[in-house]
């Protein structure tokens, strides 16, 4: 995201770090609130906000932003309020989504630093405490989590009204909460149960679950959920949906293709983590349908084992550009990346905001983390 | 609270049976309309809402039904559809907490079935799927947990204004969460940190944590949240804060109580549980300061040990009837349960919420299961 400024007209750029900036404080004042009445009530507890505030300082705060600009496009005022308390509830529930997917996938790091679990299991074993370190750091951060989950909850209730009851905007929140977690679990499902089901449907059965758990969730939900809280028209609305799921399928692919090419200095992820945790991506589901048996007993042999060896990464990488799925999935990628230029052009709304959702865009299938 | 009904006055328990089964059915509705939109849109995710309807079809109601009296005695009408969104919620609340509470205490069993996790693994054997059946267990009663969080919320923002931003019951509700999910990891803390902390005041910190985890999670906050959505004084929700407390505080010892003496008949939980997670209750507390050193080393020793057989349980039973643990906690259970029936006397409400509150104080404090 940092190449992000040159491509933004100057006031443009200005209005998105004014807004980028009043969410960190907002988060931060949030959290400091909340740590305060911990350490208060129960001081040991304090340290569940911590690992959150840690967490949240990072990121790229694209669900953030794009409900900026869909507020923006929507007709709401710079630097309101409510598209604050948007952001600050949107990251929160990143975060949440981030602390227990981590466990889901026994990730050893986030955003560079290791990840919630891992960071309880490290004090259980600096403190010498009873009993299992991985227990006790699963369980820490299960609750950090649950946490994480309810303070994005209270956070977005604070917007008041425009996300009350019946209201679009609440309407989307919880459409968006539902769909994560079907689509993690869908996620979950294809790694113990894709063996067994038709292979020639499995990059489908990949798109089905990105759509879910990553591209609705990362791109549209944000965006409609902005300009639903500024009492964007349904009409607008939809077409900011059609905007944003091109480009939530094309962010996700990008995602993909980083879990198992990604520079781990760039991505703050070991390489080939994805391999390692068995996801099935689109890249996996084209493999393994222009690929040779043995070949694909390989792959379906290795997948989803946590003492994978970087030799067999190495040649899983190069199982996966032979089979022509890289190329396969660079190609999705350029091809829904028109559609949503295509579709940006279309949309009813001044050029500042179209500007700006086009470097979002740019960053979001651009990046190289 | 089979035996509830009788020590109630025919009106006053045909308006609780009645409350209990709008609520009933207003979870069984929530729920099934949440399915369809899963059907709908990603089959397979349907059964994580099964797993919260079956185990939402269980429970002994306590936190509702505390709600509804609180309501009615705030001046809230019978039956009314605020009062059954407000139970709904709580005991999605419920059913979330206990899904993450049995993935992290281990437990096999949950309200006499097996809990959502071993189902989850069950499913997972049975299809004969690949990679490891606990692992997919863990990850998916995880995920049901976050859905049924997420949609305890959603049924809370239902009732409306009353509950909207700024409200005391949405102020409650949030407390409530935070306080939940602090007291849950200070019980995890000290399972882990507990035996390198000061022994003479491990009842004090086991009345922290039964205070944070349950006492005001399942009395004081479902109570004063029914007072606050009828409009009820500070006044009076202060008074009722201060019956509920020692109510919920006795409710939690003889919880504790159950945990290691319970019938497992009765309990739907294995004999001795609480043992086998090295949960560190006021009984364990008490016990370790009133043995021989010996016997501390020996309790120490088996606590939180998952593979504990049962001879071992019965030694660590009579060990914690030798020290005189068991009859402080029912002293304890007596003594607070005189200070409620005091506090009940002063409450400003009518007789026939007075007598539901006595009921239902009654059976939580003197209930084997």
Known sequence: MKD????????????????????????????????????AAAPDAAVLVDAIADLT?????????????????????????????????????????????DIIDRSDTRRGKPSVHRRFERQHR???????????????????????????????????????????????????????????????????????????????????????????????????????LAGGSLELLRSYAEFALPLGEAFQIRDDVLGVFGDPAATGKPAGDDLRE??????????????SGSERRYLEEHLGSPLIDDPTIEELRSLIIRSGALAAAERMIEELTATVYERLDGLAVSPEVSGALRALADAAVRRDS
């Open 4 to 39: 992000l400024r040159p491509t933004l007209a100057t006031g443009t750029a200005a209005e998105q770090a004014a807004y980028r900036q009043a969410v960190a404080a907002g988060l931060g004042g949030f959290l400091e609130t909340k740590r305060g009445e911990l350490l």
């Open 57 to 101: 300082e990072g990121g790229k705060r694209l669900r953030a932003l794009l409900a900026y600009w869909g507020w923006r496009g929507a007709g709401g005022t710079a630097a309101a309020a409510e598209a604050v308390r948007a952001g600050v509830a949107l990251e929160l529930f990143q975060a949440a989504a981030l602390i227990h997917d």
């Open 126 to 228: 600096m403190q010498g405490w009873s009993l299992a370190a991985d227990r006790y750091g699963l369980a820490a951060a299960l609750l950090a989590g649950d946490l994480c989950l309810s303070l994005s909850e209270e956070a977005f209730t604070t917007i008041g009204a425009p996300a009350g009851s019946g209201s679009e905007a609440r309407r989307i929140f919880n459409q968006m909460r539902t769909e994560v977690m079907a689509g993690q679990y869908l996620d979950v499902l294809e790694e113990v149960a894709g063996p067994s089901r038709p292979a020639d449907a499995a990059v489908d059965r990949a798109l089905q679950i990105l759509r879910f758990k990553s591209a609705k969730y990362s791109t549209v939900h944000p965006l409609c959920l902005g300009g639903a």
């Open 278 to 291: 068995g996801k099935r991506t689109v890249l996996v589901g084209y493999t393994l349908n222009h690929c």
